[in-house]
């Protein structure tokens, strides 16, 4: 029971602000751009449970990787709706990735401190434990959220980017796929290859790229989280 609850408090603050923030991002920058639907709804604002999905949450504990409730866009409100999209689309995962970078900071800063004269004493690795797993945590969970919403099917954020690009006609028949994407994405990750031979191997480019010296750190997490 101490193990669960030590996993749940390193996982909960870094997964809650993953999955919080992108949706924020995509209703702040929507009304940007002229849709105040979001706002209108009470979406954009950090408390959890105006954009908690309960299946999504509980995946996050049990996967490392969850979802919350889209936030609503009314794109009928774009002075040009399908560039406009684009970008709103594009805000959720920019903002994972500059989570992930904030974390990758935290991450060397932690470790530049494990070798000056505070990483030997107790209380600072009472205190560093917990925060270089968090961090460890965020990281990876951040990236990997960026990388899989950036798959170009509907209605991930790659698709509503795909369909913004492409001519009308050919995004249109693409936005047919959107019923079934969730189901064709499910299908991609766990009876095709997409999986262990493209997300994956993108994902830990990065968490390599932007951990560095620190990546052991973020494999500990993992491991401790997932038993990976």
Not at 16 to 23: F, G, M, Q, T, Y
Not at 116 to 121: E, I, L, P, T
Not at 200 to 228: K, S, Y
């Amino acid at each position: 029971m101490e193990t669960i609850v030590s996993k749940i408090a390193i996982m909960l603050v870094p997964a809650l602000l993953a999955i919080i923030l992108h949706e924020v991002a995509h209703g702040y920058i929507a009304e940007r751009f002229g849709d105040p639907t979001a706002r209108l709804l009470g979406r954009l604002t950090l408390n959890p449970l105006k954009h908690l999905d309960p299946i999504g949450t509980i995946a996050i504990f049990i996967f490392g990787f969850g979802w919350a409730r889209p936030v609503p866009v009314n794109s009928g409100n774009f002075r040009h709706p399908r560039r406009d999209m684009i970008w709103v689309a594009l805000a959720g995962p920019a903002t994972n990735l500059l989570l992930a970078t904030l974390s990758a900071l935290l991450l060397r800063g932690v470790g530049l401190l494990d070798q000056s004269s505070f990483g030997g004493s107790q209380v600072y690795s009472q205190f560093a434990t917990p925060v270089k797993m968090m961090a460890g945590f965020s990281l990876y969970i951040n990236i990997l959220l960026g990388v899989f919403n950036l798959i170009p099917l509907p209605p991930l954020d790659g698709g509503r980017v795909l369909t913004g690009i492409l001519p009308e006609r050919l995004a249109a028949l693409i936005s047919r796929l959107e019923p079934f994407g969730f189901m064709l994405i499910l299908f991609l990750i766990f009876f095709t290859d997409v999986w262990p031979r493209v997300l994956g191997p993108i994902i830990n480019t990065l968490v390599v790229f932007m951990a560095g010296d620190e990546t052991r750190l973020v494999e500990q997490a993992i491991r401790f989280l997932f038993g990976q």
